[in-house]
């Protein structure tokens, strides 16, 4: 297996998820004021990580030889994994700076 290209299209893809949700929280909670309340909003949250560790798991399946559906999957898995931790940190640090 290609460790590193897992890895590191891993991690790059949680930056994104990451990232694009919290990009996405704050353009909807200032801008779509009016829409705040309806479900669909925040379930559209959800697409972001879906599509970004989608994306990586195509570009690894595609620039791998053997056992390409199993790196894929491993991938996308890892993306979502490391974006979930990456969302807790972050959310834990701005949490204990609004405490104090």
Known sequence: M????????????ALLNAGGVYLFAYLLN??????????GMEAAL?????????????FVYRHTARRRKLQATLT???????AVIL????????????AH
């Open 87 to 98: 969302l807790l940190l972050v959310a834990e640090l701005l949490f204990a700076r609004w």
């Open 46 to 58: 959800l697409l972001v990580p879906l599509v970004v560790s989608t994306l990586a798991g195509i």
């Open 2 to 13: 290609r460790w590193k290209l897992l890895i590191i299209t891993s991690l790059i893809a």
């Open 30 to 39: 200032a801008y779509l004021t009016r829409l705040r309340g309806t479900i």
């Open 76 to 82: 996308s898995l890892a993306s979502l994994v490391f």
